[in-house]
C-alpha cells in the first residue's frame, strides 16, 4: 500500500521512520518533508496548505492512505475533503474540521469538557460584549491569571500575569487585537499548579488505543526558565505517572473524553493529545490537540514495538478494536538541538556536520534543509536527538554526547532535559 505522510518536522519524521519499517507499507511519500524523511520514503514539494494538490496526488499515485502530521490542515478541513465521494477508498488519518475544533478553538473544548465532565480548570468565556463580566470573574481568581486566546496563535496565545492590572490590561488588549481574529474571544482560567505531562489516544472516534506517556520541556532556558518554544526536549516513560494515575487518567479523562466524541457526532479518525497537569495526584486537562506532539512524538514512536501501520488503517476506516500497545522497557529521551537566538530571531543554513560520527542514538530531522548539495540549518528547531536507556538519565547522558559531537553554528540545547523527575 502507498502511504501519504503530511508535514516537515520531527514529528513527522519519527512517524516516517516508523511508518516505513511496516510490511504493509510499498511506498512511502512525504509532503513536502525534510532531508531526514527523505532517508524514510520520497518527499513530494506540496505544502500541507494545498488540499487539492494533496488529493491529486493520491490519485495519481494510488495512495491508500494518508497521515496528517500538523494541526492546520486539520482546521482547514482536509479530512473533510477526503470524505468527498472521489476519495472515499482513500483512509485518512486525522479529524474533521469540526471536530478538531477541540484544538482550534479553546472556549469549543472547554465547553466540550464541562458538557462531559472532565476535569479542568473552572474557566469564562470573553468577548466585546461581556468584557465587565469577564473582569469580575478575573478579580475573583488568585494570581497568578491565565488568559488564552481562543484560537490558534502560533503557540504564543497563552498569558500567565502576576499582576491584576497587568492581566485586566491584556484582557483589553487581546479583546481589540492583540492577537488578530485568534483573541476575538479569550478564555481566562483558574491557575492549576502541579507537575505537567501529556498523555496521547489514537482513536477512531469509538475504540482508542492508548500510547506512552510523555514530558515536554518547553521553555528555552535550563530549569525551565527564559521564554516558550515548540519544545526543547521529552521523555518517556513519565515515573510520576503511575499505574493509579494511568487509572485515573483513563476514567476520568479518557473514557470520558472518548464518549464525548461520541455524543457530539464527531468524525475523528487519528490522535487526541491531553495536555495534563497532576495538581496533588489528580490529573486536569489543560488543552487538547488534535495531532501528536512535537518533540513526544520523537520519544512516544521509539518505544513501540508494534506496527503501528495496521492501528492507522484499522482507525482510518473505522474499525479500531480496543489493544494494549507493545512496548519496550527502555525509556527514551529526546534533546532539541536549536538554532542561536531561537525562539527569538535566529540564521539559518549553517552548515550541519559530525551526523556521520553519531552512535547510540537516533537522529530525527527536524528544521534542516540542503544547499548547495549540503545538509544545513533550516528552522529553529534543528535536530531532535533520541536515545533509548535504561533510565531516562541514562537516555540524555547518551542523547547529549552526541549532541556536543554534532555541529553548526551557534548551537544551543538544553542540558538538563529530565532535571525534574
Ligand atoms: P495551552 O496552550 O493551553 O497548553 O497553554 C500553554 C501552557 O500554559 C501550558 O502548557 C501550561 O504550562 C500553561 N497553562 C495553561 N493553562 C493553565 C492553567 N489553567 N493553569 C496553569 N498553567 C496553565
Ligand atoms: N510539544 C507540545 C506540542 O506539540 O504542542
Known sequence: MNILLIGSGGREHALAWKISQSNLCTQLYIAPGNPGTAQCGINIDISPQDIQAL?????????????????????????????????KHIGILGPSAYAAQLEGS??????????????TAAYFEVTAINVDKGIEFLQKQKAPYVLKADGLAAGKGVLIIEDIQEATQELKNMLSGKFGKASETVVIEEFLSGMEFSVFALTDGKEYVLLPEAKDYKRIGEGDTGLNTGGMGAVSPVPFVDETMWHKVKERIVKPTIAGLQGEKMDYSGFVFFGLISVNGEPYVIEYNCRMGDPETEVVIPRIED???????????KTLQ???????????????????????????????????QVTSSMIFHAGTGIKDSALVTSGGRVLAITTLGADFRAAVKTSLANASIINFEGKYYRTDIGFDL
Open 322 to 356: 480496543y489493544q494494549e500497545l507493545k512496548t519496550t522497557r527502555f525509556s527514551a529521551t529526546t534533546v532539541m538541538m536549536v538554532s542561536g537566538g531561537y525562539p527569538g530571531d535566529f540564521e539559518k543554513h549553517k552548515a550541519i556536520s559530525g551526523l556521520d
Open 106 to 119: 479553546k472556549a469549543f473544548a472547554k465547553k466540550f469538557m464541562q458538557k462531559y465532565q472532565i476535569p
Open 307 to 317: 506496527d503501528i501501520v495496521p492501528l492507522f488503517l484499522d482507525a482510518a476506516q
Open 55 to 87: 488529493q491529486n496526488f493520491c490519485l495519481e499515485t494510488d495512495v491508500k492512505l494518508v497521515v496528517v502530521g500538523p494541526e492546520a490542515p486539520l482546521v482547514d478541513g482536509i479530512t473533510d475533503a477526503f470524505r468527498n465521494e472521489n476519495f
